[in-house]
């Protein structure tokens, strides 16, 4: 029996090197979008607390939404840049499985943060609580950290406080440990693929060709964003992607997981190719693009469900260089970056 449990038996293959529990606050949800302060519990592999650390992150920008996260320009002005926290925040997360409410946003805007050094973070998985939640069939109106805190009696002292928000998902964490192990349930790990593309030289490019009288945005990063409403795709859907065939215009692309090439990029890149980007899985989607086509997330796993072919990131970039144009044998040519 596991020292103060009734577990008997520990499942052989949950990780064995304890747990990260984080938190970030940022100025908001774009990839250029930065992180403003970082929370982090370290838990032992049983769940039990062993440390505890936080930072406030100076942007070198505008704070971004203030009345959430409550860091004003003034607070964060003498905080220390990424770079100047990043060897602290990887000695706590080496080795460990990061866990997070929604753990997708965290990693992407930790592995944003790491890109823009030329570095990565020192994680290999990921948890997300939600999944977890949802996978234990806990009776929840919903899959909100203040709903899950509530469902396990956790006091939420300070909500948007990221060392507060890492507190209270580690004091929900440990019970959903406990009963995911009870139950010898399978965790969701889903491995962690560091961003290596930011499409920062795309983007610098879009911006020089903005003209002068453009009005700039208040709260993003160099003062402008393009919006993010995509186009809708002119062509029709010439339906599924047929393995060692080429992508068709029109063709109902939908990306899940992790990829290099920051997502954003990515789906702006199959704009461009006259590709639509889908945002969920059906009978009707094309091709499903995934680094881990056995993952946990809706897509992947709707993907299985009805059939959706799908292909890895590398495979997908290839097929990206040339697009059969709808209607007769021409194609797309190949996408010339630099």
Not at 187 to 213: F, M, N, T, Y
Not at 278 to 305: F, I, Q, Y
């Amino acid at each position: 029996m596991l020292p103060g449990s009734d577990i008997e038996t520990w499942p052989v293959d949950y990780p064995d090197a304890g747990w990260a529990v984080v938190d970030v606050e940022t100025t908001g949800l774009g990839r250029t979008d930065r992180v403003v302060s970082v929370g982090v519990y370290q838990l032992d592999p049983h769940g039990t607390v062993q440390d505890h650390w936080y930072t406030t992150v100076n942007p070198e920008r505008d704070p971004g939404p203030v009345w959430i996260h409550g860091l004003t320009s003034d607070v964060l002005e003498g905080a220390p840049t990424f770079p100047g926290v990043a060897e602290e925040l990887s000695r706590r997360l080496d080795g460990r499985v990061l866990v997070a409410h929604n753990a997708l946003f965290d990693w992407s805007m930790i592995s944003r943060e790491y890109a823009r050094m030329s570095d990565r973070a020192p994680i290999e998985q990921r948890l997300c609580t939600i999944v977890l939640s949802r996978d234990l069939g806990l009776p929840l109106s919903n899959h909100k950290l203040g709903t899950l805190a509530a469902h396990f009696g956790v006091e939420t002292r300070q909500a948007h406080h990221a060392l507060d928000d890492a507190r209270v998902l580690a004091e929900v964490f440990r019970p959903s440990l406990r009963l995911a192990a009870e139950a010898g349930l399978r965790l969701p790990l889903v491995p962690c693929v560091p961003i290596s593309d930011l499409g920062l030289a795309e983007e610098a490019r879009a911006q020089s060709r903005i003209p002068a009288q453009t009005v700039r945005r208040p709260g993003t990063w160099g003062g402008y964003r393009p919006a993010r409403r995509r186009p809708a795709c002119p062509y029709p859907n010439p339906g599924r992607w047929q393995a060692d065939g080429p992508l068709v215009q029109g063709m109902r692309v939908a990306i899940t997981g992790d990829t290099g090439i920051d997502r954003e990029v990515l789906e702006d890149r199959l704009t461009e190719a006259g590709l639509h980007v889908a945002s969920s899985v059906s009978r009707l989607t094309s091709l499903l693009v995934t680094n881990d086509p056995g993952g946990w997330s809706t897509k992947a796993r709707k993907a299985r469900e009805v059939g959706t072919p799908t292909v890895d990131e590398a495979a997908f970039l290839q097929l990206l260089q040339r697009v059969q144009a709808q209607g007769d044998a021409q194609h797309v040519p190949p996408r010339q970056d630099g």
